[in-house]
Structures are given as structure tokens and as C-alpha cells.
């Protein structure tokens, strides 16, 4: 019996433990659960309908690697399984195309007119109704942000699964993941965490940023680029303001869709009345008159009641608008009434793929931003006063870098390839050579390299490389090495200089400086706010324009001249 009872609870317990897929299937739109969609193993006889909360399980078997998801009215999409991945999947099902008011593209004009137009009317009320949903009529507002920035390598291909274990690059596979968005397989390589406060008064008509905390992870642990890297791809994916005129994105102005003058510079269609998210709204799609315009399509879901407010937005930009390396951009927002009446943006998600150029690899930024906590209440001075300019980060923003930190405040989870971004950027550092590729990129690109294996360990710099060798008129040939200590010797004291040779003249040139910073930094001095007391000895040659140049004087590149210089 005992026997018995023992075979009945392994067989069990293996039954229980079988591997599943599971998932939920969702509109891309309105964001609820489809029922009756099939969820199948092509050419398997094996598969599963949504239930009426969109949810499906299937077994799972490690040869079946392609989901197809299908139903009628959506575009059906091919879904790659990943061993070794959790298998719980949320799949959004994007509409099929329909027709814009009987409007079909073709190659000639389609007569539109904006006279007697319900889609026109009823846009002309949302553009006079805006006004009650901006918050600088308020004195005073607050509110954070927490944003997740992810850029990937994209359209990875199933090749990759096919690298044998032994090969080098054989982890890359478990790395690798489904973009739920786009339905192809993406390689996650940097993901960037911010949380903002913003403040605003009405009376100075001041509105700051303070930047409370940061992480990285991922490839800007390898190079050390400091802030340019997110800096440079926040300038380019910036946030996108229905209420403004004009969106800056991608170093472009964008026309609003609800602009002042948004009438003459679209094509606004009734689609739909549905419901999203237990509100009933209207749909209105729209393009822009001329689709070479800078100007967005897409769709506008409008409350179906007399405050004409958005509820959500939809933004893409036609495929003959003239932005050369995006290939495809999707932004979605949606805005949530404050029981003050005002409908702010509490999400904001923007995704774009993009090629620079036809040989190098396809790549991808994720952008999900969460706005919560508004306040109206008085803010003191003091605050305005802390925060220096209009964008201020703490100095200790950078050492909140554990997840116990973090999860008081992610309001989007992490995906599995970004949770395990450490132990893949590990697995990087240790293919064969890759040492060597690093310094020969660091030389380039960061211009310094590490003295450690590690950027969270190192202590000393070597660099700037370029002006190893260099050439001046007084000098000819001139050798230097140049070396600085990071935050990781000591975060209030620091030192930097240098060592310089010039062949014509036999003579030797030096600098060496002492900095104590008042500021406990996080890698290096030249980190805001500064507030540093230094000490310098000098010894070297100048010309008349070195300190007109915005380089390094001993820049090789500052060698290269068109005339003599005497």
C-alpha cells in the first residue's frame, strides 16, 4: 500500500509538473481579453481556445518551438517559444486594416471635404475642450515619473537557436526573447531606470526636474560613456505632448493631431463607438493631408460624453514621412481622469525600430514611461532653489542599484532577458579576445580604459587615449601618458595628469591635479552638481588657439592641419 500510495504521488506530482504554455490574448486597442481566439502548434493537432478572460494553456514540447495565434478580424500572428524561457505569454492581437469611411488607398486623390464632416465637428470640440486638461492653469502641481528605457538588437533570426552549447556564443539563445508588440524575436543589450519628480509654479512659471535615482545595466557597464548614451536616445525619443502645437521627436517637430491648427492639417474619420476599459468612446482615425508631412496617423479614442477628452492615443508615422532609420514606430498613452476633473497621461509607451544604415543589424528602443502621484499643493521655495537650472539629478541618484530599491517604485516589470542582464553582460566579458576588443573600443569610443576588469571596481584610468602621440611645431613628435583615479579610490579625493616627451627639444612636460569634492561622486569628478576645490601645477607648451580648441590640446586629430603653423 505504502508502495502504491507512493507511485500514485510521483504520477501525480510529474502530471502537475508537466511543462505548460500559458497566456493571455488581448485587442492592441481597447486592451481586452479576446475569447475564442485558436492558439494552436501548426501541422501538431495540438492546440487551445481562449476562454471568455482571453486565458489558454497548452502543453508544451521542446520541438514545438511556433505558436500561431488566429481569429476572425485580427491579424494572425506567429509566435517563436523560447526553451528555457518562462512561457506565460500576453499576446496582442492587432485589427485587420479596415477601410476609412468607405475611403480606400489608392494611387489618386480620394475626395475628402471638412464641411458637413461629424469627424471634423466633433474634433473642432475636443481642440476647444484641451485647455481643462492643462495643469500649468494650476498653481502649483507635482507628480513623478518612473521610466524604463530598453534598446535591443532586432529581428533577431532562428538561427541563433541553432548555435551548437559548446560554441562561445551559445548563451545569446537564452537571451533572446518575444516582443510582444511586433510579434519577432528581439536581443535586449542596454535597459536604463529613472525616477523623476516634476515641479511646477504658476506665479514664476517654473517647472523642474529632479532626477531622485538611476540604473543601468546591460553594455553601458562595459563602456563607460557616462550619461551619453541614454542622454543622446532620450534627445532622439523624446516625449510626445498631444496638448503641445508641435511634438519634438526624433529631432523633428511633429504636428498634434489635436493642434490649434490640427483642422487644415489632417484627415480625421469616425471608425468606431466601443468600449476601452469599461469607457465608452468613439473612435476617430486620422492621417495627415499630405502623408510627406511631418505629421503622425493613427487613432484618437474620444470620450463619448460632453468633455470631449481623449482617452487614448494611438500615434504612427507613414511610411513615406521622411524619416530615414525608422522603419516602424508605434506610441501608445493613455489618460486617466484626476478627481480634480483634468485627464493627464499616466501611461506612455513608445517603441521604434529603425536601421542606420542596409549593413548593420536591425536595432529597437523601448520607451515605457508611468506617471503617477499628481499633488496640487503649495510647494516650498526651498525645492525650486535645490533644484539648479531645469533638470537637476541628486547626486547619490546613481547608488540606488539594488531591487529592493527599485521595486517600491517600477511600475513596468523588468522582462526576463532584462532581469538577467548582469550574468549576460558576464557571459560577454569571458568569450575568448573579447578583452582586447574592449580596449580597442574603449580607446575610440570612451576614450579611457579601465585598469580593472570591472567599472564598479576600478580605481584608476588610463587616458585620454588620443593624445598618445601627437605633433606640434615647437615639439615635432610628442609622447604622453595620461591617467586619472575614479570615486572608487576615494569619492572626495581625486587626481589627474600627466607625463609628456617632446623629441625636437628634449624636453619632459607634466601637469598632476588634486581635487577634493565637496559631493561624494559616483565615478568622477566632472559629475553635476560640481562644487570642487582644486590644486594644479602646469608645466608645459602651449600655442596661441590651444585654449580655443574644445579638445584636448594633445589630440592627435588637432595635428592634422591644413597650414603651417609657425
Request: glycine letters at 4%.
Amino acid at each position: 500500500m505504502l508502495r502504491f500510495l507512493s507511485f500514485i504521488f510521483v504520477f501525480a506530482f510529474s502530471l502537475l509538473s508537466r511543462a505548460q504554455v500559458t497566456g493571455v490574448v488581448i485587442d492592441s486597442r481597447s486592451r481586452q481579453p479576446l475569447d475564442f481566439v485558436n492558439v494552436f502548434y501548426e501541422g501538431k493537432n495540438v492546440g487551445d481556445q481562449t476562454d471568455e478572460t482571453g486565458h489558454f494553456v497548452l502543453k508544451e514540447d521542446s520541438a514545438w518551438n511556433e505558436l500561431t495565434v488566429s481569429t476572425m478580424g485580427y491579424i494572425t500572428q506567429k509566435i517563436r517559444l523560447i526553451n528555457g524561457k518562462k512561457k506565460n505569454l500576453k499576446i496582442k492581437l492587432v485589427p485587420e486594416p479596415r477601410q476609412l469611411q468607405g475611403v480606400t488607398i489608392t494611387a489618386k486623390r480620394t475626395k475628402y471635404s471638412r464641411k458637413n464632416n461629424p469627424a471634423v465637428e466633433l474634433m473642432r470640440k475636443v481642440i476647444e475642450h484641451k485647455k481643462i486638461n492643462d495643469l500649468h492653469s494650476k498653481d502649483f502641481f507635482t507628480f513623478t515619473t518612473y521610466e524604463k528605457m530598453t534598446a535591443s538588437i532586432n529581428e533577431v533570426t532562428d538561427k541563433i537557436f541553432d548555435i551548437d552549447e559548446g560554441k562561445q556564443l551559445a548563451f545569446l539563445k537564452d537571451h533572446v526573447e518575444y516582443c510582444a508588440q511586433t510579434g519577432k524575436l528581439i536581443l535586449p543589450l542596454t535597459v536604463d531606470e529613472t525616477l523623476t519628480n516634476t515641479y511646477y509654479r504658476k506665479e514664476t512659471k517654473t517647472e523642474k526636474k529632479l532626477i531622485t535615482a538611476k540604473n543601468s545595466r546591460g553594455v553601458n557597464d562595459l563602456i563607460n560613456t557616462g550619461d551619453i548614451l541614454t542622454t543622446a536616445l532620450k534627445d532622439i525619443f523624446t516625449d510626445v505632448n498631444i496638448y503641445d502645437e508641435e511634438c519634438r521627436l526624433l529631432q523633428l517637430r511633429f504636428k498634434s493631431p489635436i493642434a490649434n491648427s490640427a483642422i487644415s492639417f489632417y484627415r480625421y474619420y469616425i471608425q468606431d463607438t466601443l468600449a476601452y476599459e469599461k469607457d465608452s468612446v468613439i473612435d476617430i482615425g486620422f492621417v495627415p493631408n499630405n502623408m510627406q508631412d511631418l505629421g503622425f496617423s493613427g487613432h484618437l479614442y474620444v470620450m463619448k460624453d460632453s468633455s470631449y477628452q481623449v482617452r487614448h492615443v494611438e500615434l504612427n508615422i507613414p511610411k513615406r514621412s521622411d524619416v530615414n532609420f525608422v522603419t516602424n514606430m508605434i506610441i501608445t498613452q493613455d489618460l486617466e481622469e484626476l478627481p480634480t476633473g483634468e485627464r493627464v497621461v499616466t501611461v506612455n509607451d513608445m517603441l521604434i525600430e529603425m536601421q542606420l544604415t542596409s549593413w548593420l543589424s536591425k536595432a529597437m528602443v523601448q520607451r515605457s514611461i508611468r506617471n503617477f502621484d499628481f499633488a496640487f499643493a503649495p510647494i516650498p521655495k526651498q525645492v525650486f532653489k535645490h533644484v539648479k537650472g531645469t533638470l537637476y539629478t541628486e547626486p547619490d541618484a546613481t547608488m540606488h542599484t539594488d531591487d529592493a530599491y527599485w521595486n517600491q517604485y517600477r511600475k513596468v516589470e523588468l522582462t526576463q532577458s532584462e532581469g538577467e542582464m548582469g550574468s549576460f553582460i558576464q557571459k560577454i566579458t569571458k568569450i575568448k579576445g573579447f578583452k582586447y576588443i574592449m580596449i580597442g573600443m574603449k580607446a575610440l569610443i570612451e576614450n579611457f580604459v579601465e585598469t580593472s576588469d570591472s567599472i564598479q571596481t576600478n580605481k584608476f584610468d588610463f587616458g585620454p587615449i588620443n593624445t598618445i602621440i601627437s605633433h606640434n611645431h615647437y615639439d615635432k613628435l610628442r609622447f604622453r601618458i595620461s591617467g586619472l583615479t575614479t570615486a572608487h579610490l576615494n569619492p572626495h579625493l581625486f587626481w589627474s595628469g600627466y607625463l609628456a616627451y617632446g623629441t625636437a627639444n628634449k624636453r619632459f612636460y607634466g601637469k598632476s591635479e588634486i581635487t577634493y569634492s565637496f559631493n561624494k561622486k559616483s565615478y568622477l569628478t566632472r559629475e553635476f552638481p560640481k562644487n570642487n576645490l582644486s590644486i594644479t601645477y602646469y608645466n608645459d607648451v602651449q600655442s596661441p588657439f590651444d585654449k580655443f580648441v574644445p579638445t584636448d590640446k594633445d589630440n592627435m586629430f588637432t595635428s592634422l592641419k591644413t597650414s603651417k603653423v609657425d
